[in-house]
C-alpha cells in the first residue's frame, strides 16, 4: 500500500491532508478529534495579537450556495481570526502537540503590519511546539479593513517585508497564506519568495456576496437587514484554486516555491489533481465542515488506492506531474483535430446535445424523426459542448483525426506536424510568416 | 366492532374505523417541497421532449418541472392548466407508467423516470389547495353553450368556452358534478374530497352554471339544447353496464362494479359500507382493480379478480395489477364466468378456463364468492344520439359530431382511449373549435 506520509517544508505529517486554518481548528477538543479522525495535520485557527481578542458577530457567519438535494456547492463566512485570548490557545496548542508529536501543527498568525508586533509573537508561539508558521495575508472580510489579512497579501511590497520580518524571527518553516483577490497570483507568490519565506498556501477565500435576500433586499448572510460581502470557499472555488496554483507552479521563478494547495477539495481526487499541478501538500476546511472529520478517511483510501494503481509510492512521486502540460493558448496544436461522436447505444435521446448545439454552437448535430441524434462532421468545430452537456458519462466522446484523414469542415487533411498559433498564417505577429 | 374478515355474508365494519381510514389513505402522498426539489432536479430538460409527446393533453411537462426546481410551483401549476385544467386529478389518475414516465429518457436509460405524476400533483395541489384560479374571462359573447354531463370532458369544454367569453350551463343526470372523477374512480385516488374541491376551483373561472339532476331523456332534449343554445357538446360518458350473460346473474349479491365504487365514494362513514366475505370481480379494466382492491380494503377475506384473457391483454396497467396483487387481491387469468349459483343470493361462481383467443378449455373451477361485481365494460345509452360509430357517438378531430351545432368528448365519443386526461383534451379541443366557429 502507498505510503502517504508527507514531509513538506520539512515538516512531517502521517499524510498530507492538513486542516486549514478556519473554525474546525480553532480549540484544542476540535483538533484533538480531527487527529483521531486521522487528519497529517492542523493549521491552527488564526492567533491575533496579545490582548482583548477580536470580536466577531452574533448573527449567521455563514453564506450557502447548493445544488440538488442540498448539497453544498459553496460556502461563505464572515468569521474573523479566533476570538479566544492567545494565551489560552497557546497553552491548548502546547498540549496538543505534546500529545500528537508526528502530527504537524501550524500557527496560522495576524498581527499588524508592525515589525515588533510579528517579532514579538512569533517566539512566543514558537513555544508551544509548534512545527511552523502560516502567515495569515488572505482574511478578506472583517481584518482587511484593519489593514490586515488580504489587505496586506494585496500588496507584494507588504508580504516582502513581513515575510522578511518573519524570517528574521524565527527558525521555523514559514507559509505565507494568498489571497486569490488580485490580478496576477505571481505577484505576491513572488514577493512572498523575495521575502524569504519557505512556501506559499493558496487560496485563501474570495470575496463574495452568496445570495440576495429578495424579501428583505439584503445581501446574505444578513444581519440585522444587512450583508457584508464574505470569503466565499468549497467545491465551487476549486477550479480557481487550481489555475492559480498551476500559474505558481509554471513560473519559472517561483517553480521551486513549495505550494501547499487549498480551495475546494472534498474528495481525494481533489487532492490528487492540487499535488500534480505542483502542491506539495493540502488544505482541507469547506469538506471537514460539511460533512464531519470522518471524511478524511475517504481522501486517505482513495489516494492509496489510485496510487497504488499507478505505482506511485510516495506522494513526492507525482508533485507537479501535470505542471509541464499546463501552457499558454498560443502554444497548443492547432493541427490536433477531433470531432464529437455520439455512441447510438448509450444515447437516451434526451436531445441535450442537439439543443445546445443547434441554439447556443455551431448547429453540428442533426436529429431525426425518431430521435437519432448523429454529428455532422463538416460542422463540428470540437467544441465539446454536447459531451460536456450531455447527461450520460461517455456517452459523446471526442474522436482524433488520424494524420492525413480529412476534416470535412476544412476541406482539407488532418496535418502530421505540431503547428500553433505563433507560427500561424492568420497572425500578424507570426515568427514562420517571412 | 361487530363483524371481522371471517364474517359470513355480506357485512359492514369488517374492520374498525382506525384500519380503514389507514387503507384508504392517499395513495402516493404528496411530496413535500424538498422532495419536489430532488425529484425535479432528475429531469433532464429535454429537447422536443417525449413526455410531452406522450401526454395526451400536451403539457409542458419540462418546462412545469423546471418551474418547480426554481421554486415556482405557482407557474408550474399555470404551466400544466394552461393545457389541461383537470392536471390534478390527472397527476392522481394517469396511468403515467404507459405515457409520460414511460417515455422519459430515464425511464429508458435507467428503469427509473422521473416522477412526472407525482411532481403535477406538487404544482397543482399548491393553487388549488390555496384556493388561486390562474385564469381570467375574456369579455362576454353572449353566446349560450350548453355541456351535458359534468365529468372530465364536459367540465374541459364548459371551462375553456368560459374562458372564451362565452355563458355555459352544465347539465348532469347525478346530484354532484364531477363524473367519473367523483363517481368513479377509487376513494384513495382522490381524498380528502379531492373532486369535489377541483370542479369548485374550475368553476371560479365564472360564466359556468352547473344544473344537477338532469339528462337527456329526463329533463332534456337534444332538439331543445339545440334551440335553446348557440352550441351543444356532449360529455355524457357511458351510462350503462354490460351483462355477463351467465345464468344466476339476477341474484341477490351479483352487483355492478360501477354501483359499488360510487356508493363507496360518496360514503361519509366507510364502516357502513357492506362488503361479502368471498368477493369476486369479473373484468380486467382499471373498473374492476378499483372494485377488487376497495373490496379488500373495506375487510372481505377473499378477493378474486378474474378475467378472460391473459394478463397482458388487462386494460389495467401493470401498476395497478401490482397494486391489487400487493392488497392480496388474487388475479385469476384466461377464466370465464360461467354460471353463478346460489339460493336467492350468489353462493358461488363457476367459472371456466379459456385459452388466449377466448375458446373454452372445458376445465371448470367454482369460487365460493357472497357477492360478484361485474366490471366488463361499459356501453353509451341515449336515444335520437347523432351518428354512432363502434357504438359511440362518431366525431372528427375537432370534436364535431354528425349533427351541425352538437359537439361531443370523452368516453361517450369515439377516438383516444378512455382516460380521464383524453376526455379532458377533447372537451378543450372542442371547445376550441365551438368558439372558432362561434367566432366566425
Not at chain 2, 1 to 29: C, K, W, Y
Not at chain 2, 111 to 133: C, F, M, S, W
Not at chain 2, 230 to 235: H, I, K, N, S
Amino acid at each position: 500500500m502507498a505510503n502517504l506520509e508527507s514531509e513538506f517544508v520539512g515538516i512531517k505529517s502521517p499524510n498530507p491532508f492538513w486542516l486549514a486554518s478556519a473554525p474546525p481548528t480553532d480549540k484544542e477538543y476540535n483538533v484533538r478529534r480531527a487527529f483521531e479522525a486521522g487528519w497529517g495535520g492542523v493549521v491552527w485557527k488564526t492567533l491575533g495579537a496579545e490582548g482583548p481578542p477580536v470580536v466577531n458577530v452574533n448573527g449567521p457567519r455563514y453564506g450557502a450556495i447548493h445544488g440538488a438535494d442540498r448539497r453544498l456547492l459553496g460556502l461563505n463566512n464572515i468569521e474573523l481570526i479566533t476570538d479566544r485570548p492567545l494565551e489560552v490557545n497557546l497553552e491548548e496548542m502546547a498540549r496538543v502537540k505534546r500529545d500528537y508529536p508526528d502530527h504537524a501543527l501550524i500557527a496560522s498568525v495576524m498581527v499588524p503590519c508592525e515589525e515588533d508586533e510579528w517579532k514579538r509573537i512569533l517566539p512566543m508561539i514558537a513555544e508551544t511546539g509548534c512545527d511552523g508558521f502560516e502567515l495569515n495575508f488572505g482574511c478578506p472580510h472583517g481584518m482587511a479593513e484593519r489593514g490586515m489579512g488580504a489587505a496586506v497579501g494585496q500588496v507584494p511590497e507588504y508580504i516582502e517585508m513581513v515575510s522578511r520580518w518573519c524570517k528574521e524571527a524565527t527558525d521555523l518553516p514559514v507559509i505565507v497564506k494568498l489571497t486569490p483577490n488580485i490580478t496576477n497570483i505571481l505577484h505576491p507568490a513572488e514577493a512572498a519568495l523575495r521575502g524569504g519565506a519557505d512556501a506559499v498556501s493558496l487560496i485563501n477565500t474570495i470575496n463574495s456576496i452568496t445570495t440576495v435576500n429578495l424579501d428583505a433586499m439584503s445581501p446574505e448572510p444578513m444581519i440585522d437587514g444587512k450583508g457584508t460581502h464574505g470569503g466565499y470557499c468549497g467545491p465551487a472555488v476549486k477550479p480557481i484554486a487550481l489555475n492559480m496554483v498551476a500559474e505558481i507552479a509554471r513560473n519559472p521563478e517561483t517553480a521551486k516555491l513549495p505550494i501547499s494547495g487549498i480551495g475546494g477539495i472534498t474528495t481525494w481526487r481533489d487532492a490528487a489533481e492540487f499535488i500534480a499541478l505542483g502542491a506539495g501538500n493540502v488544505q482541507v476546511c469547506t469538506a471537514a465542515m460539511t460533512y464531519g472529520f470522518k471524511i478524511v478517511q475517504e481522501m486517505i483510501s482513495g489516494l492509496s488506492q489510485w496510487m497504488d494503481e499507478k505505482g506511485y509510492e510516495s506522494t513526492a512521486d507525482f508533485v507537479g506531474m501535470a505542471t509541464p502540460n499546463v501552457t499558454d493558448w498560443q502554444y497548443l496544436n492547432l493541427n490536433h483535430i477531433t470531432k464529437a461522436e455520439i455512441n447510438q447505444d448509450d444515447c437516451i435521446s434526451c436531445g441535450r446535445c442537439y439543443a445546445a448545439c443547434e441554439d447556443t454552437s455551431h448547429q453540428a448535430i442533426e436529429m431525426s424523426e425518431d430521435r437519432v441524434f448523429t454529428v455532422k462532421d463538416d460542422e463540428c468545430v470540437a467544441c465539446n459542448l454536447c459531451v460536456n452537456v450531455c447527461p450520460v458519462e461517455n456517452c459523446i466522446t471526442m474522436r482524433t483525426l488520424e494524420t492525413g484523414e480529412l476534416d470535412e469542415r476544412t476541406g482539407k487533411p488532418v496535418e502530421a506536424d505540431y503547428g500553433n498559433w505563433t507560427a500561424h498564417p492568420n497572425n500578424p505577429m507570426s515568427t514562420a510568416a517571412e | 366492532m361487530s363483524n371481522t374478515p371471517f364474517s359470513n355474508g355480506i357485512q359492514a365494519a369488517r374492520l374498525d374505523s382506525v384500519e380503514l381510514t389507514e387503507n384508504f389513505g392517499d395513495l402516493h402522498p404528496r411530496f413535500d417541497d424538498h422532495e419536489a426539489l430532488v425529484a425535479s432536479d432528475r429531469c433532464y430538460f429535454c429537447h422536443d421532449a417525449p413526455c410531452m409527446t406522450a401526454c395526451p393533453t400536451d403539457i409542458d411537462i419540462p418546462l412545469f418541472i423546471r418551474q418547480i426546481a426554481t421554486g415556482t410551483p405557482e407557474a408550474a401549476a399555470k404551466t400544466i392548466f394552461d393545457q389541461n385544467i383537470l392536471g390534478g386529478m390527472c397527476a392522481r389518475v394517469c396511468p403515467t407508467e404507459t405515457l409520460c414516465e414511460q417515455v422519459c429518457v430515464r425511464e429508458t436509460a435507467e428503469g427509473n423516470p422521473v416522477e412526472i405524476g407525482r411532481l403535477q400533483r406538487y404544482a397543482t395541489d399548491k393553487l388549488v389547495d390555496a384556493g388561486q384560479h390562474p385564469f381570467e374571462r375574456a369579455a362576454s359573447t353572449g353566446k349560450k353553450i350548453a355541456v351535458v354531463g359534468a365529468g372530465p370532458a364536459g367540465l374541459s369544454a364548459a371551462h375553456r368556452l368560459a374562458m372564451h367569453g362565452h355563458d355555459i350551463t352544465v347539465y348532469d343526470a347525478r346530484a354532484k358534478a364531477g363524473g367519473l372523477n367523483e363517481f368513479g374512480i377509487a376513494a384513495y385516488k382522490s381524498v380528502e374530497s379531492f373532486a369535489e374541491r377541483e370542479v369548485d376551483w374550475l368553476l371560479k373561472i365564472g360564466g359556468i352554471t352547473v344544473e344537477t339532476g338532469k339528462k337527456l331523456g329526463d329533463g332534456l332534449s337534444l332538439e331543445g339544447l339545440k334551440t335553446e343554445f348557440d352550441a351543444v357538446f356532449l360529455g355524457i360518458g357511458l351510462g350503462g353496464v354490460n351483462a355477463l350473460g351467465v345464468d344466476g346473474e339476477d341474484k341477490d349479491g351479483v352487483d355492478d362494479a360501477v354501483d359499488f365504487i360510487a356508493e363507496l365514494r360518496q360514503a361519509d362513514d366507510l364502516s357502513k359500507m357492506a362488503i361479502g366475505r368471498d368477493v369476486v370481480v369479473i373484468g380486467g379494466g382499471m373498473t374492476a382493480v378499483d372494485a377488487a382492491v376497495q373490496a379488500k380494503l373495506l375487510g372481505a377475506l377473499n378477493v378474486s379478480l378474474v378475467y378472460r384473457r391473459g394478463k397482458d391483454r388487462m386494460n389495467a396497467s401493470e401498476f395497478e395489477q401490482d397494486l391489487a396483487a400487493s392488497k392480496g387481491v388474487r388475479i385469476i387469468t384466461n377464466a370465464s364466468p360461467k354460471g353463478v349459483i346460489g339460493n336467492g343470493a350468489v353462493r358461488e361462481i363457476e367459472l371456466e378456463y379459456t385459452d388466449n383467443d377466448l375458446k373454452p378449455t372445458g376445465q371448470t373451477v367454482r369460487l365460493q364468492a357472497d357477492q360478484v361485481f361485474k366490471a366488463i365494460g361499459q356501453t353509451l345509452e341515449g336515444e335520437g344520439l347523432p351518428a354512432l360509430e363502434w357504438g359511440k357517438i362518431k366525431v372528427d378531430d375537432s370534436g364535431r359530431t354528425s349533427v351541425d351545432g352538437i359537439w361531443a368528448g370523452g368516453d361517450c365519443a369515439t377516438g383516444g382511449d378512455d382516460l380521464t386526461v383524453t376526455a379532458v383534451a377533447e372537451g378543450r379541443d372542442a371547445a376550441e373549435d365551438i368558439h372558432a366557429k362561434l367566432s366566425a
